[in-house]
């Protein structure tokens, strides 16, 4: 089945700064590709999503940009605020009638003042 | 969107009991999803479960542990049976809207087994 890496598993950035957490996966089939923001004690949220006609997709100061060639997908949040540390979960969801979600093992992001 | 509402949010129990999940949406949607999450590490799909059938289960998780029903398209139970202590963990169903893809997960059931 579909495996995702996800990299850095720990990153921490000023306020204001720039965040980029980096996604690869193997299926070439995989068409949807979202990114999930868990707080704690709380459920994920689909913050960003991107589909594979894309290459690039923006709301606020979340990009998503996607490279099908290498396989390889990632999100920059820019603009940083405290109110962004939490655990982000890139996934990718492999083509076909059974919907499956396969999840990164996450990245915990501290934004400090 | 949907809105998945999930009970009981937190609960502990003795090894060897079970345990029931229910997972309630806000409108009708054709499949659900459970999830298991340790603490602070990945989401894992259990099972996929849609109306009027049996469950599909992902490897390593089996129908004699965690039987899922699914009567209608607005419920779904998950039961954690024999609970051992490495089954605590966060419990999420899910599930997407449409076409979409868009995945929406409950509030979470956070169990714990002594």
């Known amino acids: 089945g579909e495996q995702v890496e996800q990299l850095p598993s720990i990153l921490r950035v000023q306020e204001g700064s720039s965040a980029s957490i980096n996604c690869s996966y193997e299926?070439?089939?995989?068409?949807?590709f979202p990114w999930y923001k868990q707080e704690p004690g709380e459920n994920p949220k689909l913050i960003i999503d991107?589909?594979?006609?894309?290459e690039r997709k923006q709301i606020q100061e979340l990009i998503v940009l996607l490279d099908k060639k290498a396989k390889r997908f990632s999100l920059h949040i820019t603009d940083t605020q405290p109110g962004d540390s939490a655990m982000y979960f890139c996934?990718?969801?492999?083509?076909?009638?059974?919907?499956?979600?396969?999840f990164g093992k996450g990245t915990l992001l501290t934004v400090t003042p | 969107s949907v809105l998945l509402y999930q009970k009981p949010n937190r609960d502990i129990c003795q090894s060897g009991t079970s345990l029931k999940i229910q997972c309630v949406a806000d409108?009708?949607?054709?499949?659900m999803f459970w999830y298991q999450q340790f603490q602070e590490q990945s989401l894992m799909l259990m099972a996929t479960?849609?109306?009027?059938?049996?469950?599909?289960?992902e490897s390593g998780f089996t129908k004699d542990k965690f039987p899922i029903s699914r009567p209608n398209l607005t419920f779904s139970t998950l039961t954690v049976n024999n609970a051992r202590p490495g089954d605590s963990s966060i419990y999420f169903c899910?599930?997407?809207?449409?076409?979409?893809?868009?995945?929406?997960f409950g509030e979470g059931s956070k169990l714990t087994v002594l």
């Open positions: 996934a990718a969801h492999s083509g076909g009638s059974n919907y499956k979600l396969t």
């Open positions: 299926d070439s089939a995989s068409n949807y």
């Open positions: 991107i589909r594979s006609n894309m």
């Open positions: 409108s009708q949607v054709v499949s």
């Open positions: 479960a849609n109306e009027g059938s049996e469950a599909t289960y």
């Open positions: 899910s599930s997407k809207v449409g076409n979409t893809g868009q995945l929406y």
